[in-house]
Structures are given as C-alpha cells and as structure tokens.
C-alpha cells in the first residue's frame, strides 16, 4: 500500500521545499492544497480518514505547513478536532520550518553543555515563530530564559505566547538597539539568535570576552549574518572561548529530523508531530548517533 501524504498549507502556492523533502523521507504521492483555512480542513482530513480501513491508516498522513506559524497552528487544531478512533491519522505541524528549526537549535545546545536547567540564556528578536519555540523549548528543560524585542509591548505578547502554549514563564528585554545588547547578554550562557534573514543583531564586540557565555547559535543564513564572527557553516567549532554555530550547522540537525518525523507519521497512524514530540524525535537521533 502506498504511503500518502496530505499537504495543508496556508499560502497560496503549497511549499516546494517541503513536498521534495516529503519525497525523500518515503512519501510515494503528495496530495497538496494551498491557501487552507480552518473552514477547509474537515472535509481534506475526512478524505484520508475514511478511505482505508482503520489499520491501513498508517499509511495516510497530514502535514501542515505554510509561511504563517499561527495560520498552520489555527490548521492543526482544526484537523486533531476532526480525527477520531479508530479513524485517525498521524500528522505533524512545521509551517516555515519554524518547528524543526527551533527543535535543532536546542538539540544542538543540550548536545553541546548538556543539561540546561538553571543556565541563563537569551533569545534575540524571540518574539517570531522561531523565537518563541526556542524560548519556550529551553524553559521547558529547566533553563532561565529572556527574550528580546524591540517593543516592550511586543516582548510582552510573546511572553503570553510561551505562557500559554509551553506553560513556562520566561522574561522579555527591550532591544532597540544592537548597542543595549552587552546589558541583554549579562551573565547569560547561552546565545541564540533568531532574528530576520539579513539583519545582524549582534556584533562581535557584544559576545566575545565573556567568561560566561558557553555557546552561541545563529539561524540566519542570509548575510549579513545575525552573529559577526560566526560562520554560516560553523558546527560546534570554538571561536573566541565559545562552541558556535551557524544556520548550516544546525539546518544538518533540522533536515534529518525533518525527514525523520515524516518517516516516523508512516509507521503508526496516531503521531501529532508538534514542537515537544519533535523535540522527542531530535533526541533520539542524537542519542542513537552517539
């Protein structure tokens, strides 16, 4: 029986990048609607639901995504909703690759110093999709998370974000400015930069000669990038006293558990791949490399 996968995006145009990596991890034929909306996803989900018996649901799949994280997860409540039993298939919610990506750069942390809980971090522009899974993930596992913005009202809503979704309470910090970042970065371990492709949040005089700071990780890939002094492919490597790395160090991590959670919605048909049980999925990747 062939492995099919439901693509719900919520752009117009469904993602290309997501339906070639779907190919790659074992999907044999892609089903992809864009421009989804919550009003659309009962019908496209009873599609898979009711055209296999109950124990060839394996075998269907839904995977949502899109270029809003809040549209995909408005798309994932809306399809869990219409799933029942026996008639359920798994699914798993990455829109912009905000999941993965978040999920890899704490992975790549706790592999890196190991347990994180009392560690003091900071989340530049951690009030995105990315941002927000980072700080909430990190507070999750025990570690003293702050978050930057530009506006204090801003860094506020993401605070009730990650409130409401994780159940952790982190603390937000204005940064106007790149200058106002030594006071941000104060007694921090961990560095992780999640701002805008193209836009250089921290220079190099703001993380180096700190005895603090043990690692520094940067998910911009587009030059200029986020972290001067950190190179785009860095995985692990020390500069300046610090393990560092860049987009491409942990986008290696972010494909593979791409790829492996896709596989894994093929095995049994009552995953919901979110940021916690991807976060699973990365774990176990590491712990069986190791």
């Known amino acids: 029986m062939r492995n099919l996968l439901l693509q719900l995006d919520s752009s117009r145009l469904p993602s290309v990048f997501d339906r070639v990596v ?5 999907a044999d034929a892609i089903m992809s609607y864009g421009g989804v909306t919550e009003a659309d996803v009962r019908d496209l989900v ?3 639901m009711f055209t296999r ?3 060839d649901l394996h075998h269907s799949a839904v995977w949502i995504g899109g270029a809003d994280m809040s549209a995909g997860e408005k798309l994932l409540e809306a399809a869990r909703k219409t799933i029942f039993p026996p008639f359920t ?3 798993m919610l990455d829109s912009n690759g905000s999941n993965t990506t978040a999920v890899a750069a704490v992975v790549k942390i706790e592999e890196s110093l190991g347990d994180v809980k009392g560690r003091k971090a900071l989340v530049t522009a951690g009030t995105g999709p990315v941002g927000l899974r980072v700080a909430g993930l990190l507070a999750r596992d025990g570690a003293l998370v702050w978050i930057t913005s530009r506006k204090p009202e801003d860094g506020e809503r993401a605070r009730g974000l990650i409130q409401q979704r994780f159940g952790v309470e982190v603390q937000a910090m204005v940064m106007r400015d790149p200058a106002q970042l030594e006071a941000c970065l104060n007694e921090k ?3 992780i930069n999640c701002g805008p ?3 250089q949040l921290v220079p190099k005089s703001a993380w180096t000669g700190r005895p603090k700071l043990k690692i520094a990780v940067d998910l911009n890939a587009v030059p200029p990038l986020g972290i001067e002094g950190i190179d785009v492919n860095d995985a692990g490597a020390r500069r300046e ?3 560092v790395y860049g987009a491409l160090g942990v986008g290696n991590l972010k494909t593979k558990l791409h790829k492996a959670c896709i596989a894994r919605m093929f095995e049994r048909n009552d995953l919901v791949l979110d940021a916690e049980t991807i976060a699973d999925v990365a774990r176990e990747l590491v ?4």
């Not at 779907?22 to 074992?26: H, L, M, R, V």
């Open 22 to 26: 779907a190919y790659d991890a074992g």
């Open 46 to 48: 009873y599609g898979c």
């Open 53 to 55: 018996g109950p124990r």
């Open 89 to 91: 298939v798994s699914m």
């Open 189 to 191: 371990e961990m560095l």
């Open 197 to 199: 492709a193209g836009v």
């Open 241 to 243: 006293g610090v393990i």
């Open 287 to 290: 712990a069986a490399k190791s």
